[in-house]
């Protein structure tokens, strides 16, 4: 059986977010809204070897609350048998510090996700002898190994999205900032065993269509949901930048995902990434009654996906 765990349905900065007094945020320190943890999914096809898809900077709160990602046996030990990252932003892989202690597991990315990793000696506290780095190419289906090569059941393939390089990557004087395809992926996991599939795409700026055909009749989706306008943040006082300055697809609008999946036969649409400041994180608004109107569900943290 293919089980999905939503470990955090939040964007980077999560909700509330630390330093955010905006409405959503007062409402969900004020308990009229549920918080949300950042980003990540956990997924299993045999209850044992458990996948992190991205590794959160609230990884260790996470899992101090999912049973499934408890030690189950021996003094040291942990279900997780390795993490999968879509790109190298601070809410995707500020996590990985969390799973240090000398445990074993494997890290799959592209090989500009690694490079970022290696460039910046902090990663070295995941011991390369420990923690096997194992290059996700393109378009390219492989199988999940744990750090000692045990095949998982799961299979995982990658897909280059529109999007842009990690915000403390970005170049200022190159085009697209320096984006290139391997720095915002989207996966196809599939368990062998034929119980499931989905696709996850935390980040994606754009529907191609590639990715429209991809995504065309697939049975689950976890999608960009990081704002529902996408002058939201410069409309509210909050930033300078649009959804598609940072990498995202609006929800809303006529090039938001709403219109997007409108034409496709996507039988499950989840929103996850779904930044603070995003109206549709609060029950009763417009925002989300039309996205629940257009067939979405607003992924929360803890939320199980079994097929
Ligand atoms: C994003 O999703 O755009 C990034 O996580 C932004 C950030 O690094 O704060
Ligand atoms: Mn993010
Ligand atoms: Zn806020």
């Known amino acids: 059986m293919l089980r999905v765990i939503v470990l955090g349905a939040g964007a980077g900065g999560g909700f509330p977010q630390w330093n955010c007094n905006c409405c959503n945020c007062d409402l969900a320190r004020r308990g009229r809204a549920t918080p949300l943890t950042q980003s990540s999914l ?31 046996g021996g003094l040291r030990h942990s279900p997780i048998a390795g993490v999968v990252l879509t790109n190298a932003d601070v809410d995707h892989v500020a996590g990985l510090l969390s799973l240090r202690e000398g445990q074993r597991l494997s890290i799959y990315a592209t090989a500009r996700v690694h490079l970022a990793l290696r460039a910046n000696p902090i990663f070295g506290v995941l011991d390369p002898a420990l923690v096997p780095r194992r290059d996700l190419r393109l378009k390219a289906p492989e199988r999940l190994h744990g750090p000692d090569g045990e095949d998982c059941g799961l299979e995982i393939e990658a897909f280059p999205v529109p999007g842009k390089v990690a915000l403390w990557l970005e170049d200022p004087a190159a085009k697209g900032f320096g984006s290139e395809p391997e720095d915002t992926v989207g996966l196809a996991v599939r368990a062998r065993d034929g119980s499931g599939t989905f696709f996850y795409i935390p980040g994606c700026a754009e529907m191609t269509p590639d990715l429209a055909d991809r995504l065309y009749d697939a049975d689950l989706v976890f999608f960009d949901g990081t704002t529902f306008a996408d002058d939201e943040l410069i409309a509210a006082g909050l930033g300078t930048k649009t959804a598609a300055r940072m990498g995202h697809m609006s929800m809303g609008g006529a090039y938001g995902s709403l219109a997007a999946f409108a034409g496709l036969a996507v039988a499950r649409k989840v929103f996850v990434h779904v930044n603070n400041s995003n109206p549709a994180l609060v029950a009763g608004s417009r925002e989300r009654a039309t996205i629940e109107a257009a067939g979405w569900e607003l992924a929360q943290d803890g939320m199980e996906f079994r097929s």
């Open 42 to 72: 956990a997924v299993t096809t045999d209850d044992r070897n458990w996948f992190l898809l991205n590794a959160s900077p609230d990884l260790r709160q996470q899992i101090a609350v999912t049973p499934d990602l408890h030690p189950g």
